[in-house]
């Protein structure tokens, strides 16, 4: 019989029982996602599924099935969905011809920095899961528990509010 787990609250018991189901999370979706996902795919997925797992317990059944059973359950389920957004995605190829865009400078590297330091914590998260990401306004309107419209409002205010911070702050360098 497998053995049941009990889900700590917090704690090292907790830290231990994340690594241990780390692993598991990781492996069940990078099999799913073999071929069409990155490490770091699997490794999203993964983190998401044991999120999920803490954030709420008690949707864990004990007698119906093992900690780890579930856990594979959840990680599958992220992992399909990730794999259905990559593959609904189209891929074009980063080649030179096609999209020739210098590396960024030391000093764009520093600027970008300093203005996403400067965003709050709902704005950074937009700006990472749009620019960074890649996700569209449906997936980030899910990913943040917002509406579209309010995904592309504050998207557009963003815009805008970076656009101001850059010439702040590229006047403050000519001084």
């Known amino acids: 019989m497998k053995e049941r787990w009990a889900i700590p609250a917090e704690g090292p018991e907790r830290e ?10 990781r492996e069940t979706a990078a099999r799913i996602l073999r071929g069409t996902g990155s490490r770091e795919d699997a490794e999203e997925c993964a983190a998401d599924a044991l999120a999920e797992l ?5 949707r864990y059944d004990a007698a ?24 609904a995605r189209p891929q074009l190829p ?20 300093e ?9 950074r998260a937009l700006f990472t ?16 528990h917002i509406s579209d419209s309010a995904v592309t409002t504050r998207g557009s205010r ?5 656009a ?12």
């Open 16 to 25: 231990a029982l994340y690594r241990r189901c780390y692993a598991l999370a």
């Open 54 to 58: 803490f954030a709420r317990p008690q």
């Open 64 to 87: 119906r099935a093992s900690l780890e059973a579930y856990v594979r359950v959840l990680s599958r389920s992220r992992a399909l969905d990730c794999r259905r957004r990559l593959l």
């Open 94 to 113: 980063l080649q030179e011809e096609i999209c020739p865009v210098p590396a960024p400078s030391e000093g764009q590297k520093e600027l970008l920095q």
């Open 115 to 123: 203005l996403v330091a400067s965003l709050g914590p709902q704005e």
């Open 129 to 144: 899961l749009k620019y960074l990401y890649g996700y569209n306004t449906r997936e980030i309107a899910r990913c943040l």
């Open 158 to 162: 963003l815009k805008k509010k970076l």
């Open 164 to 175: 101001a911070l850059v010439e702040q702050l590229e006047g403050e360098g000519e001084r």
